[in-house]
């Protein structure tokens, strides 16, 4: 492996972290004990759907070959487990 395909296996580490992190703090919404905390859940996910994005975005970028940050996740060379997504930690 190069450089660029640990740079970009890592990119999609961290957006899968963040992509799943960020639905799962999403279902809290309208659940929160408090309206404070009703009202950062939703923000806090959208920051990490919106890491896991540009996350997507760079690593299509270094990897090239025509792919878009909305289709990276998506179109990867090996099988995704049943269980989420196979890169998260």
């Not at 972290?17 to 905390?37: I, K, N, Q, T, Y």
Request: hydrophobic fraction near 35%.
């Amino acid at each position: 492996m190069t450089d660029r395909d640990d740079l970009t296996a890592l990119l999609l580490r961290i957006g899968d972290d963040h992509l799943v992190l960020g639905h799962r703090l999403s279902e809290w919404c309208g659940h929160a004990p408090m309206l404070e905390e009703d009202l950062a859940l939703p923000n806090m996910s959208l920051d990490l759907i919106g890491t896991a994005r540009m996350c997507y975005g760079y690593a299509a970028e270094i990897e090239g070959g025509g792919r878009t940050r909305i289709i990276t996740p998506f179109s990867r060379r090996h099988r995704i487990p049943a269980r989420d997504y196979g890169r998260t930690t």
